[in-house]
Structures are given as C-alpha cells and as structure tokens.
C-alpha cells in the first residue's frame, strides 16, 4: 500500500478541511487571520511575492499538516503564481506532504554511517513501540508513521530522527519509549 493510500485511511484532525482527493470537501482557506498576517509579514521582508513560496507553503502544512490542491491554489493566487508552479514546486521538495500523513511523521537516518551505529534496532524499536509494525504504515490510532531516510546531516550523533519538523539525535532502543510518550 502507498503512503498515500494510508494517508487516506488515517487522515488526521487537522486535515478535515481539505479532501485528499481534492474535490469533496469546500476548501476552507488558510490565510485568514493571524495566518493572513504572518503571510503580509513575509511580503515585507522578501524582494518579491514568488520569492515567500516556500515558507508560505509551510505555514500551510503547519496549519493542516499537508498540502492539498486546493491549498496549492490558494497559496498560487496569494503570491501571483500558476497552480501548476506552485504543484511543481510543493512535488519536488520530500518535505511536503500532499497526503494526509500520521500526526508524529518520523524519519530515521538509516544510511551506513548511522546503520553501523545501531539505525536499524532503533527504526524496528519505533515500529514496535507505535505499533506501525511496517515502514511507511500510519499506526491504527494515527497517531504515527515511521519511515527510513537518507543522511540527516548529523552523521555524528546517531541515531538522529526526525519528528515532524523537529530533530533529536542520540535515538537508542531504550529510549524510544520516553521519546515517544514525550510526543504531545
Ligand atoms: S549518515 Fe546518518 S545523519 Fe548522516
């Protein structure tokens, strides 16, 4: 099953205004409010509207935790840009989600620098722990979905995570419970 299928069966809360199939549910927009202010903010201090893309498009995951078609459209007609720019864009950058995902997205570096240290009892611990059991698989309560990744840039601290967008290095088997009941 691909991580969008399971993004589908698992969509968490935040991501009940946008369908993941992009046609259902109306399109409640993002940049109202304080979020419209953050995004003016941003108008201020780049030299020009195309050049806020990509920090627009996180206020967008952060506020629904991915991003849709429709949210790619409304971030394109904010800064001026085609849809299609702004889908190209969202595409080539891993970081975005345009599914659904788990609210806790872990990535573990399991290249060979961090693999001879131990990556691999750490990644199968988590999948134990948050009862994934398979990679790439949300968890039945949604709450998490661990996938493995390439160098993290922290190849002397291993094992180092990813949790969202929140990094922790010095991951071992016996403190992935601790860490993941320290998830909110
Ligand atoms: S090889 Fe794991 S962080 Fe670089």
Not at 14 to 38: C, I, L, M, Q, Y
């Amino acid at each position: 099953m691909t991580q969008a299928e399971m993004g589908e069966m698992h969509a968490p809360a935040h991501a009940a205004h946008d369908s993941p199939h992009g046609h259902a549910d109306a399109h409640v927009p993002v940049f109202t409010g304080a979020r419209r202010k953050e995004l003016d903010e941003l108008f201020t201090r780049y030299p020009t509207k195309m050049a806020t893309l990509l920090p627009a498009l996180w206020i967008v995951q952060e506020e629904r935790g991915w991003v849709s078609s429709e949210a790619m459209a409304e971030v394109a007609e904010l800064l001026e840009l085609t849809p299609a720019y702004v889908k190209g864009v969202v595409s080539f950058y891993t970081m975005y989600h345009q599914h659904p995902v788990a609210k806790h997205f872990i990535q573990v570096c399991t290249t060979s620098p961090c693999n001879v240290c131990g990556a691999e009892d750490v990644v199968n611990a988590l999948l134990r722990h948050t009862g994934c059991e398979e990679l790439g698989v949300t968890s039945p309560d949604g709450k998490y979905a661990v996938f493995e990744v390439d160098c993290l840039g922290a190849c002397g601290c291993n094992t180092p995570l990813m949790v969202n967008e929140k990094f922790i290095e010095s991951v071992t088997p016996d403190t992935v419970p601790a860490l993941l009941a320290s998830l909110s």
